[in-house]
Antibody, heavy 114, light 111 residues
Framework: EVQLVESGGGLLKPGSSLKLSCVVS????????MHWIRQAPKKGLEWMAL????????YYADSVKGRFTISRDNSKNTLYLEMNSLRYEDTAMYYC???????WGQGVMVTVSS | DVVMTQTPPSLSVAIGQSVSISCKSS???????????LNWLLQSPGRSPKRLIY???KLDSGVPDRFSGSGSEKDFTLKISRVEAEDLGVYYC????????FGGGTKLELK
């Protein structure tokens, strides 16, 4: 059974940093690209970032380019999202998803508030 | 960025009724490999999104054949025949041909 489990969310102040994790099981993680997607409260879905299977190529939405970094550790079957200079508008549920969006995690909440 | 315009934003339906949702892209979604990477997802209340259809018309495993997808280039449609209670939630189109973008969503509610 494919499982993606996010963790690392919480309540943060503007300007702070946070690193999310997504631990994967049930498929060969090292063969697939992975995405981060977020959903602000009562809003739609917004794609954030993609990392290729080997970590050599990474792509970002303009809204987070330069502030967020996607990375992976294939030896640990884990995907990461490092978030810096957090803003109020980064408040959202963050999901990881497999390359073709065929499997998603349950999501982790990040709240940015003073 | 490719803009995905999804309509209508909401639908009120009776069980057993059929509905259609439209998704129009600002650019062609035909990739260099000639595949069109257009997906449909359903987010049931309180749940993560779930992919229902990929490459315009291919149903994911376990998805009832009441769901069907059609379209080409820039114009796509999701049809649900004989809506059931479990179909309620928010539907999103998602293009993966270019840097991924989602439609704004269509909320399917009971009449």
């Amino acid at each position: 059974e494919v499982q993606l489990v996010e963790s690392g969310g919480g309540l943060l102040k503007p300007g702070s940093s946070l690193k999310l994790s997504c631990v994967v099981s049930g498929f060969t993680f090292s063969r697939y690209g992975m995405h981060w997607i977020r959903q602000a409260p009562k809003k739609g879905l917004e794609w954030m970032a993609l990392i290729y299977y080997d970590g050599r190529s990474r792509y970002y939405a303009d809204s987070v380019k330069g502030r967020f970094t996607i990375s992976r550790d294939n030896s640990k079957n884990t995907l990461y999202l490092e978030m810096n200079s957090l803003r109020y508008e980064d408040t959202a549920m963050y999901y990881c998803a497999k390359s073709d969006f065929d499997h998603w995690g349950q999501g982790v909440m990040v709240t940015v508030s003073s | 960025d490719v803009v995905m315009t999804q309509t209508p934003p909401s639908l009120s339906v009776a069980i057993g009724q059929s509905v259609s949702i439209s998704c129009k892209s600002s650019q062609s979604l035909v990739a260099r490999d000639k595949i069109t990477y257009l997906n449909w997802l359903l987010q049931s209340p309180g749940r993560s999104p779930k992919r229902l259809i990929y490459q315009v018309s291919k149903l994911d495993s376990g998805v009832p054949d009441r769901f069907s997808g059609s379209g080409s280039e820039k114009d796509f449609t999701l049809k649900i025949s004989r809506v059931e209670a479990e179909d309620l939630g928010v539907y999103y189109c998602l293009q993966g041909t270019h840097s991924p973008t989602f439609g704004g969503g269509t909320k399917l509610e009971l009449k």
